[in-house]
Every structure is written in structure tokens, then in C-alpha cells.
């Protein structure tokens, strides 16, 4: 895929075009298969998690933090590698949880309780129900709303801050820690251990 072409399914994603997600999907699902395969080598975890719950949960993350204008992506290996860093956080965190409730032996061993495809909506689910975005809008403050919405229109963080104040750095890491608040109140990810 050219950068041009690239960008164009990009921007296309951020409006929350079904086509250029299914594209996407279609290219970098197999990719993300894979990488959950590679890291569930141990017997235990591959016959509790389902490298498709994984690839579900990571594509649905994307795809609202996309819409939500969070990620700089100029080449598809931007993309590849934003992909598999999530796949990796998502098995870390469902693996650590799932070790933790193995410490108490009356619990169950099973993932019901952390159901990964549970968690979050299928990529298809963010693309189609409109009503996930606009309930996420509906939790960020009139200051964080703009902001969404001006990266979600393809602005630079420079124009961003230019427009509101503040640098670009500071504009970027307050919509991150926004979308991770909102996140977690949603339930889409679950509340840092720190």
C-alpha cells in the first residue's frame, strides 16, 4: 500500500468509513493473529485465550481511538507496529490477570471473567454503532471534545495547539489521557494497577 493510499484509508477510518476499516481489517488482522500466537506459547494460556478475542479487542480499541483522532500514523508499518505493541499489552494484561486469579485456587481458572471479547466491541460493532462514539464524546469535557475533533478532521498537533494554546505535546497528552479515562469508564480497558 503507497503512503498516499495509506492516508487516504487512514483519514477515511477516522470518519468511520465501514469499507476502509473492512480493508484494513482484511490486511492487518492476520498480522495480529500471528503475533498472539507467537506470545502464547505457553500450553496453559493458548487453550484459555483465542487469538481471535485478542485480535476483536485490539481492532476495536483501534478503531475508537482512531475515530477519536489519538494516533500519528504516516506508513502502513506505523500502523504495524502501533498494532502489534497493543496485541502484546492486551495478552500482558489478560495474562497477568488471569495469573492473578490462579493464586487463589477457588477461583475459577477459566477467562469468563475476563472475557477479552467481552471487553470490547468487534471492529465491525465500532464501525457500524455509531452510539459507542458518540457515547465516548458525551464523557470527554467541551475542551476535550475539540480537541478529538480536531485531530479526528487530520489536523497536526502544532495546528491543534496553535488554535487552543498550549504546545503540541502537552494538547497530545491531554486527548490521550482523556481517551484512557474514558476508557476505563466505559469498561473498554481496564483500570491501570499502578
Known sequence: ????????????????DEQAASELVRRYEPEIRREVRFLLRDPFLRRTFDSMD???????????????????????????????SMTRNKVV???????????????????????LAAQTPSPSQVVEGREL???????????????????????EW??????????AEARRKQLTRAISRVSRELGLEEPNDE
Open 54 to 84: 485478542v485480535c476483536q479487542s485490539v481492532l476495536g480499541s483501534f478503531f475508537l481511538r482512531a475515530a477519536l483522532g489519538e494516533y500519528d500514523l504516516d506508513r502502513p508499518e506505523d500502523l504495524i507496529r502501533l498494532l502489534i
Open 133 to 155: 462514539l458518540a457515547a465516548f464524546r458525551d464523557r470527554l469535557s467541551n475542551e476535550e471534545r475539540q480537541l478529538a475533533e480536531l485531530r479526528a478532521a487530520g489536523r
Open 1 to 16: 500500500m503507497s503512503e498516499d493510499s495509506f492516508a487516504d484509508v487512514i483519514a477515511r477510518v477516522r470518519r468511520g
Open 158 to 167: 502544532a495546528d491543534v495547539a496553535h488554535e487552543l494554546g498550549g504546545t
Open 93 to 115: 494484561d489478560a495474562t497477568r490477570r488471569q495469573r492473578a486469579q490462579r493464586r487463589d485456587h477457588r477461583r475459577s481458572t477459566s477467562l469468563d471473567a475476563v472475557d
